[in-house]
């Protein structure tokens, strides 16, 4: 992660050369009452998330999967929904990490080698974008290790630096938590509270707590960060909720992570919506996409008892679960499988199939699920409102999906979807009974 000089008045080169010294002004609290003042051109607000290859402690960690989606994805689908942007960058020196920005509609800098050294801070990743950018006059730096960040997060902040005048704004958490004075080692001394009086120690739902940041975001004007500060002027803090406050540079633990992310992540502006029918390429999903011969000219494939289960558990909780396939399979062989499920192959136009399948239940494509790793299922992948590849799916099946399988085909990517799934299901309904 690139590091953040946070809270501290600093000594910075600015791109003129000097540098810049001082205090910044005192931190004012968020009214959120501020009137808004017309403009004829609003000032270019620019999303700038920054994404260096070569991190120490997990590689490429930007861009590693967490919950299905590269862990970048989830900032940048929460920037170019929130629509406060008039651009959304990624500033970054590495090749796979530009591809992926891409894909997901972002634009990107390439970093010079001078801001991408381990001593390099994220001021001056920032000054040398704005060195390249002169239409930008107010950068959001938004931390690509914050994957529950929401939309409506950055919508607010906008609010504040545009309508209300801060110049620099940045993200908190609040945490109850009781603080002591270090000692060091080999000193007899003894340590003395912080933050309360241990004789009247105060129960959780009588203390406010203490605002801590949470590393989520960074907003401040040109002029501001041209002075070497990445918080100053007329200052103010937004307090986050504590579910979205999730940085994994801190959760080091990626499992817990993805739980945190699949409860509160924000996954895109439709609403999820309850899943009736699963529909899974055989090839290459259901198996490995290996065929065997026998010496009777017999086919033989290949498949894994968690991804029958995985079928059994869909079916159990009353979606239906359906075969495709383009290719001429053995139905015989098929059945043997004893998957009782419907299935159709020598299909040329999986698409039209799916279609007919979703008119004959009345459903909408926001209630099919799909799992398929061929270009041959791609516009299926894009219409289902929950899609996912295995692993070692194509190219074109990758970016069409909302969830790469950790999982290879026919080694436990149905069951691995399956249990994607049944998470995000969780959520429909949860946020159904509300």
């Not at 540098?19 to 931190?27: D, H, I, V």
């Not at 050294?117 to 938004?142: M, R």
């Not at 609040?174 to 009247?200: D, S, Y």
């Amino acid at each position: 992660m690139d590091s953040v000089e946070k809270g501290a008045a600093t000594s910075v080169s600015n791109p003129r050369g000097r540098p810049s010294r001082g205090r910044p002004p005192k931190l004012q609290r968020n009214s959120r009452g501020g009137q808004g003042r017309g403009v004829e051109k609003p000032p270019h607000l620019a999303a700038l998330i920054l994404a260096r290859g070569g991190s120490k402690g997990i590689p490429l960690k930007n861009i590693k999967h967490l919950a299905g989606v590269p862990l970048i994805g989830w900032v940048l689908r929460a920037a170019l929904d929130s629509g406060v942007f008039q651009s959304v960058w990624v500033s970054t020196d590495h090749d796979e990490i530009e591809n992926v920005a891409k894909q997901f509609g972002a634009q990107v800098h390439r970093r010079s080698s001078e801001a991408s050294k381990d001593s390099s801070t994220s001021l001056d990743a920032i000054i040398e974008f704005l060195n390249y950018h002169n239409e930008v006059d107010i950068v959001g730096n938004i931390q690509a290790t914050s994957p529950c960040l929401h939309p409506t997060d950055l919508q607010k902040v906008a609010e504040m630096i545009r309508e209300e005048g801060y110049d620099s704004v940045f993200s908190v958490v609040r945490r109850h938590q009781f603080r002591w004075g270090e000692i060091q080692k080999g000193v007899r001394e003894m340590t003395e509270p912080l933050n309360l009086n241990p004789a009247k120690r105060p129960r959780r739902q009588d203390w406010d707590g203490e605002l801590y940041e949470n590393g989520s975001f960074y907003f401040a004007k040109r002029h501001l960060i041209e002075m070497g500060y990445l918080q100053g002027g007329k200052m103010a803090y937004y307090e986050m909720r504590a579910e979205h406050s999730v940085d994994i540079d801190v959760d080091i633990d990626w499992p817990i992570a993805e739980q945190r992310v699949l409860r509160f992540g924000y996954f895109g502006k439709e609403k999820l919506k309850e899943i009736k029918l699963f529909v899974c390429n055989i090839d290459g999903c259901l198996t490995n996409g290996h065929i065997y011969v026998s010496g009777d000219q017999k086919e033989i494939i290949s498949y894994d008892v968690k991804d029958a289960i995985g079928i059994s558990l869909l079916k159990k909780s009353g979606i239906e679960v359906r075969l495709i396939s383009e290719r001429a399979c053995s139905k015989q062989t098929l059945s043997s499988l004893k998957l009782d499920c419907k299935m159709e192959v020598s299909v040329p136009d999986k698409l039209a199939v799916v279609d007919e399948w979703r008119k004959e239940m009345g459903l909408c494509w926001k209630e099919v699920a799909y799992l398929g790793n061929e270009v041959s299922d791609e516009e299926c992948l894009k219409k289902a409102g929950l899609s996912g590849v295995p692993a070692d799916a194509c190219a074109a099946a990758q970016k069409a999906v909302g969830y790469i399988c950790k999982s290879y085909g026919g080694r436990g990517a149905l069951r691995e979807f399956a249990e994607h799934v049944f998470l995000l299901m969780e959520k429909v309904i949860n946020s159904c009974q509300k």
